[in-house]
């Protein structure tokens, strides 16, 4: 006979009581395999329930497998192994691995500006949306991205930068690593992609995260080399032609032709376009993309809403020329949209009424003020052994050449000591390059005057 | 001389007319490399225009590296190379590619049910945390999600499936794939993946994309089969222990405890549980997750609120065990996250504050009334030679095994002529398997009665 006492107080369905009970029993070994256990009615007898009480619960047992019911015999215990001992997990218990880091001054990151986010206007269009759409915020949608956002995105490449293009070839994606992911997965294992060093250092940790084959490739004063973009063997090159990241470099016509005729020469090869900083040219008017140039489909353009609205709309997008654009579809017409309808919508409305570009010409010109006053605050300080300042005229950061034999390292060690952090050009380089030492690169966007004042201050101690 | 006439009419300031003139005339060869501009002063005489204008129409072609200064000696025109002629982009042009189908019943996609959607509760959210939240919808924030978020993952997961975490160990990401890219990046290339077959598709779809290696591993009655994974070489096994898609199966505890010890006998071997359906179980209570009963850090727990919110919920998660946590904050710590803050947010409060199981438990009863029915009408017909139908105790899909020569492709095909879409087992299988054909999948989630009525009477039609 199997007796069980049941908790009166319990708030569990007294047929789970039963089921715990004997998938207790069946675990630890007390009803061993091939064990007949009472019939139903015995049960319910034996312990003052239901006949329904006990069904329910040798139904949930022979679910999850621990009895087996055959007709006319009745119910028996399955042969169950034993889950074999093994060392539990190492509790290394993980400690909170993201800290917001408690600089004084962070010239290392470039943060967007976030007081300056036009919160009143985002909150307000959210509402209208919220208001005017339904079904159409929870519908899966189009998973190259939300129509409307895609051709004011289209629209919005003609005015802005000279592109023409159909909004059938705007992808959008969250997050300019997200469409990475899905840009790699378009070309062979034997691809060799070129980036520039110095250059933005995410983009060779992102190939590496692919175990797929990079290479260095220099710059001079025009933009990327050419003569080593050849030698190097590369069939997909990454460039920002606008604004070289962190160089500042603007890319020359003549090298944009010669890039572009290198594409054009070789079946395989494309430019990547990466555009993170078109919007912010502040003394001359704004130089018009690669991509408008592109007529035999060889560059990849791709942006994002991160850098200019703020990091959290996880929207950014690229443009496919229509022969990678066909490869696409066959590659991943699985993938669903990575990025929230309602915030699709509400950025395709921030265009469409002009309210993003009014919000570009604003933080346009504090960025240029900030960006001013830095380079006057650098001049003015008589520690500083400053040797050039480039920046500036567009962008987000400024670059310090300083006559100094002060490692980089030691530089920013000593910066970090009075609580300013910053990197060097050397940071960015993927090979070494002595030219490029003693060089800070200063990113302001985010920066307060008084902060900056004091945090040039502290670097003018250091020397 | 150079003269050029402007538009008096343009919109564009006049320094931009006289840099597109000469702009123009640079590209067309008019002015040749190596060749004098006139000074400043010359041109705004000839021109009868202010030197400033001049000033900045120069200064603009410096910039973008048409023309160069040299001090003293005055401005001269660069040498640029011509693009070479290329054939223009085939515009094939693209025709829509995503169209939303029009079939009078689709059993085959396995949609949301988007009229049950709780709308006013989630825009009641989202304006609530619209009104309560300002910098910190816009800040960068942990790449790994919202700490309130995870917090609450972690709750639910211990209420709801038994298994206890630390919210460090909850990673969200947008969508499932986006975790996938995500997680075999931890794991090196020779990595064999199993999948089960018939199975989800999408998971060898999703390794493709990758190029790694997988195989097939095939089921029985309680499970994936055991000898066979021991013999595909794999590293690490995607099941859905709690219902196997398509076929039903819940694994039994013996089978799980196999598993578990298949994966702790070997140091690289990992369970991938993707606990996609796990919500909607009707006529007994759920089952425990595999991962609540791994004390060796060995299960991967994968799900997502894509398909109990909306799709366009981009929110999806995982839950790593401590050492892979370690390994993928060495791998992906540059990465941003890729997810709305703001829905992070109202997720967050929703599962806070009870509505997500509020909600979970009025569409677990929407979702079991529809499959009670479809198998109802399903029995009714006389017409469809059913052997048997599994399903409406679990899910949103039922399996109808017929009595029937047809091949599973003319099944198909005859059903779309009356404007049925479904699916196969075998459309399932990753490698032939006899046995699965003349089995249909239907999937109902969001069929109305009327129209699954008339499907139902159709597909009896084209026996």
Known sequence: MLKYSFEKASRKPLYEELYEALKGDILSGRLQAGQKLPSKRQMAEDNDISITTVLNAYQQLITEGYISSSEK???????????????????????????EEDWFADFESNNFLYNRFPFAMWKKVIREILSEYDLELVRRGNPF????????????????????VSPECVIIGAGVEYL??????????ETIYAVETPGYRKIPDIYDAYDLQWQS??????????????????????VSPEHHYPLGTVMSVARR????????????????????????????????????RDRAGRVIYVNTFSKTLS???????????????????????????????????????FLEKGYFERHLNRIRKQYRQKGEQLIHLLQENKNIPIRSI?????????????????????????SAEKGVHL????????????????VMVLNFSDMEEETQREAIRRLGDIF
């Open 311 to 349: 990091p959290a709309v996880r929207i950014s997008y690229m443009v496919l020329p229509e022969q990678l654009l066909q490869r696409y579809i066959e590659h991943t017409h699985f993938f669903t949209n990575s990025t929230s309808s309602l915030e699709q919508y509400a950025v395709a409305r």
């Open 73 to 99: 015999r009745g119910y028996f215990v399955e042969e169950i192994q034993q889950i074999e001992p093994v060392p539990e997990s190492p509790h290394t218990f993980v400690e909170k691995y993201y800290k």
């Open 257 to 292: 032709h010669q890039l572009l005729n290198w594409a054009n020469s070789n079946e395989g090869r494309y430019i990547i376009e990466d555009d993170y900083d078109c919007e912010f040219r502040y003394q001359s008017k704004s130089i018009p993309a690669l991509k408008s």
């Open 145 to 164: 991205g939300l129509e409307e956002l895609r051709t004011q995105i289209a629209d919005f490449l003609y005015r802005s930068r000279g592109i023409s």
């Open 390 to 414: 480039r920046g500036g005229e567009s962008g987000t950061h400024v670059t310090v050449s300083l006559d100094t034999n002060m490692s980089d390292r030691e530089l920013k060690e000593r």
């Open 217 to 238: 490739v220099g710059m001079d004063a025009q933009g990327i080399r050419m003569h080593e973009l050849f030698s190097s063997g590369a069939n997909i090159v990454h």
């Open 180 to 189: 990475y992911a899905r840009l790699v997965n378009l070309f062979s294992d």
């Open 423 to 438: 990197s060097c050009l050397s940071d960015f380089c993927t090979r070494p390059e002595p030219r490029y030492d003693h």
